[in-house]
């Protein structure tokens, strides 16, 4: 079975400053992919940024890394120079890669960036 | 393209009645999927489909059924509607096999039991 944990229900950042959602989970798998989804206060869910487990290098997309430490099951995205735009709920979701049509989400952490 | 559409956006159903939400992808994706929000929650897997005629339960099945009889529909079915199944409802779908398969989310439909 997965599991997501996002233990963060809340985070605030001061606007052009970096902040740091955490993801872990746990899986038996050995081959799975890591993502983040953003979901602002309109609903729609919008795909940041994808981890597979055998990718050496950390994800990068524009201002959004991720902090991949596959050792410690940790999946953490990184924000960099926050906007007032990025104020919304984060999600980290994973999905094994042997039944790739089976996600887990994390419950999720909402982020308000302060002027 | 369209995308991943649903119908319809809202709707309010008494405890008891049955009712059908649609969701229609244009991209030719293998995979679609059902979830389920609840206030403040993240989202819960219903059922989900790997291709037309196969589909599968996901972490909350119960009350609800799923038929893929094409590779563009997932229509999810409420057998018979209760207050607990009040929540906004996802459909998804992504390729399988192109990395890296991010699911495509429709706008959600807002049910409301009563």
């Known amino acids: 079975a997965q599991k997501i944990t996002q233990t963060q229900p809340g985070m605030f950042v001061q606007e052009k400053e970096a902040v740091t959602l955490d993801c872990t989970y746990d899986?038996?798998?050995?081959?799975?992919?890591l993502f983040w989804y953003k979901q602002p206060s309109s609903g729609e869910m919008i795909f940041l940024i994808y981890q597979g487990s055998y990718d050496e290098q950390n994800a990068t997309e524009g201002r959004y890394s991720l902090n991949f430490q596959k050792a410690r099951k940790s999946a953490n995205l990184v924000i960099s120079a926050s906007q007032l735009g990025d104020s919304a709920m984060y999600f980290c979701?994973?999905?094994?890669?042997?039944?790739?049509?089976?996600?887990?989400f994390g419950d999720g952490t909402t982020l308000t960036v302060k002027p | 393209n369209a995308g991943v559409t649903q119908t319809p956006k809202f709707q309010v159903l008494k405890t008891g009645q049955s009712m059908t939400l649609q969701c229609a992808q244009d991209?030719?994706?293998?995979?679609m999927s059902w979830y389920r929000q609840d206030p403040g929650m993240g989202l819960r897997l219903i059922h989900y489909s790997v291709g037309a005629g196969i589909t599968d339960q996901g972490e909350v099945p119960n009350g609800y059924n799923v038929s893929r009889s094409t590779t563009e529909d997932f229509p999810l079915r409420l057998l018979s509607a209760a207050p607990s199944q009040t929540s906004v409802y996802f459909c998804?779908?992504?390729?399988?096999?192109?990395?890296?398969?991010?699911?495509?989310f429709g706008p959600g439909t807002r049910l409301t039991v009563l």
């Open positions: 899986t038996s798998d050995q081959s799975y992919g």
């Open positions: 998804a779908s992504s390729y399988s096999f192109i990395s890296p398969n991010e699911q495509f």
């Open positions: 979701a994973m999905r094994s890669d042997t039944n790739a049509g089976k996600s887990t």
């Open positions: 991209m030719n994706h293998e995979y």
